[in-house]
């Protein structure tokens, strides 16, 4: 645990460091940018709700990959499934009337099962074919991208303003809690804490974490690596939709799609590096998103006032990412000193 | 390993492309340029999946290419407006390629990363790295376009009374490809480096470096995929933007997986992939068609090619036994 922390704090600092870095080769002063971008993520009480609403679709897709890592699954096709879940919100909390208290649930609801939906090709291919899912899963993002977005132009485009989808209705809406942050946070969290109960307290989370363990003592087990693929998947896609919907049901001002998918791009990519930071549990996750949500808000303080490009977090956050891959990164370190 | 083992694989692409291509004649459209688009797409296509099938041979992955096209297309483009050559910028994009493998196969190799992770790590890198140097470098948001002398100009010859251009780069490409296939069944080197993908401790018994040869293989697969990069905006699509590489290091991925790591069939699965594109492209700006047929429905159709693609062809591959496994000396 203690370990856990420590390398995750190490990563964190490396991917810091080496975005000052790029910012010293560009001529910026990185002391100012960091700076401005940590006071405007949690310097304020708005800056911290605003980083809270930046981490809410983070917390879920995160999710999306941990659970797949724990069934030894490189599950990458939470933008994709991310992407259907805004649109599935769109279709029913914009296109539908609905009453009040029903009205968000069932937007919700449709959005996860679209995510999951858009998961499963990924999990029979790999179950049926055994194709592996960094390849299934890209391409249906990309798939998504273009179904969704097709969808975003033309059907479910708002009237007389084609850069966007029609916006969900004020039924289906989550009531804000401040800023941009509204309560489909506490939905999220909740969710991330049912999987963490399905990953270590029933049957069928510890059959997943065996097959992602040691597929070898599975085996023997009498455990079904299929099952634990599907239901890895399946719990992934929810996790996604769930992100997407995030963004449309419970996103002011704009309340929905942009047809650029400007307001949900990478989102889905940024969980990964959540989710590894978060060292693969849903609780982790929340942690980790809520300090990368805080670099996303602050990122674009750092870009109005030192004028460095706010994109520089997705840099961070590879850094982050390959620094994390290097197992035992703090013995390493620690191993150098003392030669 | 025959060339020929795989035969059928060579001729139902054969077939599928000659088929593909009389319907398309017949609906009216030029099969020259649909040919001409094809091949440019399977360029960084081919590059990226030779590389690929080197590096894997030698039993290191990189899921990064995605991420070296990104920053190799961007910084490629950027060489060439500093040496005012488009020559220079390929060249110097393919550096810039070699020096991320090199710092990818230390970690990976040395540092004993978890290869697929530190690989996505790449890729995420990229996706901010790419629109960050857009907006360092030139002040505009996920866009450049460059002047038109700084293009990496295709040859032009006329077949038929059409003009076709062909572009070296794809010539190189070709080449490069069988080159690989040469050295990998034909050279002392190849023996070695797929040994070292097979069982590392044998290579490492017989006084040769494990480590030495999966960075070898690190550097020139990058740099081939960093060759490809740098294509996309100087011999292709005449700017960069930051969606540039659009999936296309997955696609290169796809092809390595269906090619069982055999450069030559890698060149095969490119060139489909690559002309799926070149079909998706041609089909959007033809009139008849693109009234009827959702462009964002053919933008998507590369991707289902792929998919569909492997999933039919995925089955008797066999991968080194030591892919993707760092090497502990005991």
Not at chain 1, 94 to 102: D, K, R, T, V
Not at chain 1, 271 to 292: C, Q
Not at chain 2, 259 to 265: D, T
Request: overall charge positive; aromatic content about 10%; proline content about 4%.
């Amino acid at each position: 645990m203690v370990r856990s922390i420590a390398e995750s704090g190490l990563a964190v600092m490396l991917g810091i460091v080496a975005g000052g870095f790029l910012m010293l080769v560009f001529g910026y002063d990185p002391i100012r940018a960091y700076a401005a971008l940590f006071m405007g993520a949690f310097g304020s009480p708005a800056g911290i709700l605003e980083s809270l609403a930046f981490a809410t679709p983070l917390i879920a897709t995160a999710v999306t990959f941990a659970v797949g890592v724990r069934a030894s699954l490189f599950n990458i096709g939470a933008e994709g499934q991310m992407y259907l879940g805004a649109i599935g919100a769109t279709i029913v909390g914009g296109a539908m009337a609905l009453p009040a208290g029903l009205h968000p649930i069932a937007a919700t609801l449709f959005a996860m099962s679209l995510g999951a939906l858009w998961a499963l090709p990924a999990a029979v291919l790999k179950i049926w074919r055994g194709v592996h899912e960094v390849v299934s899963t890209i391409m249906l993002n990309w798939m998504a991208f273009w179904f969704v977005t097709y969808l975003v132009r033309t059907h479910l485009g708002e009237p007389g303003r084609a850069e966007r989808a029609i916006p969900a209705l004020p039924t289906a809406r989550y009531p804000i809690i401040g800023e941009t942050l509204t309560a489909i946070i506490l939905v999220v969290v909740a969710f991330g804490a049912v999987v963490t109960v399905l990953l270590w307290r029933t049957g069928i989370g510890f059959e997943l974490r065996l097959v992602g363990d040691n597929p070898e003592a599975a085996k023997y087990a009498g455990a079904s690596a299929s099952r634990a693929i599907l239901v890895s998947f399946i719990v992934g896609g929810l996790a996604a939709g769930l992100a997407g919907a995030s963004q449309v049901l419970g996103r002011p001002p704009s309340w929905t799609l942009y047809a650029t998918l400007g307001n949900v791009l990478n989102l889905g990519f940024d969980g990964i590096g959540v989710a590894l930071i978060g060292r693969n549990h849903p609780m982790g996750g929340v942690i980790a998103a809520i300090f990368y949500g805080g670099l996303l808000h602050g990122g674009r303080f750092m870009e109005y006032n030192v004028g460095v490009s706010s994109e520089l977090v997705d840099a961070i956050n590879g850094i982050i990412v390959i620094a994390l891959a290097v197992p035992e990164i703090v013995a390493l370190i620690r191993r150098r000193r003392e030669s | 390993m025959t060339p020929l083992r795989r035969l059928h694989w060579y001729l139902i692409a054969i077939i599928v492309t000659a088929v593909l291509m009389l319907i398309i004649s017949e609906a009216g459209l030029s099969v020259l340029q649909l040919i001409e688009t094809g091949l440019l797409a399977m360029t960084p296509l081919a590059l990226a999946a030779v590389g690929e099938c080197l590096n894997e041979q030698a039993g290191t992955v990189n899921v990064g290419m995605e991420g070296i096209f990104l920053i190799t297309a961007v910084l490629g483009v950027y060489w060439a407006e500093v040496f005012r050559s488009g020559l220079y910028g390929l060249l110097l994009g393919s550096a810039t390629g070699a020096l991320i493998g090199l710092v990818f196969g230390l970690i990976c190799i040395y540092g004993k990363a978890n290869q697929v992770i530190a690989g996505m790590g790449l890729n995420i890198f990229a996706l901010g790295l790419g629109p960050y140097l857009l907006m360092s470098i030139w002040a505009f948001p996920g866009i450049h376009m460059f002047s038109r002398e700084l293009m990496f100009e295709p040859v032009r010859f006329t077949v038929g009374g059409e003009y076709f251009s062909l572009s070296l780069v794809t010539v190189a490409a070709i080449m490069i490809a069988i080159l690989a296939y040469l050295l990998l069944h034909r050279t002392l080197l190849g023996i070695r480096i797929k040994a070292t993908g097979e069982n590392p401790i044998a290579v490492d018994v017989a006084g040769v470096s494990v480590g030495r040869i999966r960075l070898m293989m690190c550097i020139i697969g990058a740099a081939l995929a960093g060759l490809g990069g740098a294509f996309m905006p100087l011999g292709w699509f005449g700017g960069v933007v930051k969606e540039i590489s659009a999936g296309r290091g997955f696609i290169a991925l796809a092809a390595v997986v269906f090619a069982g790591l055999n450069p030559l069939l890698a060149l095969v699965a490119a060139f489909v992939f690559g002309f799926s594109e070149g079909i998706a492209f041609t089909v959007v700006v033809s009139p008849g068609v693109k009234e009827i047929v959702p462009f964002y429905f053919v933008q998507m159709a590369p991707y289902a090619v792929t998919l569909l693609v492997l999933t039919a062809a995925i089955g008797g591959k066999r991968f080194p036994r030591a892919l993707g496994k760092p090497y502990l000396r005991e």
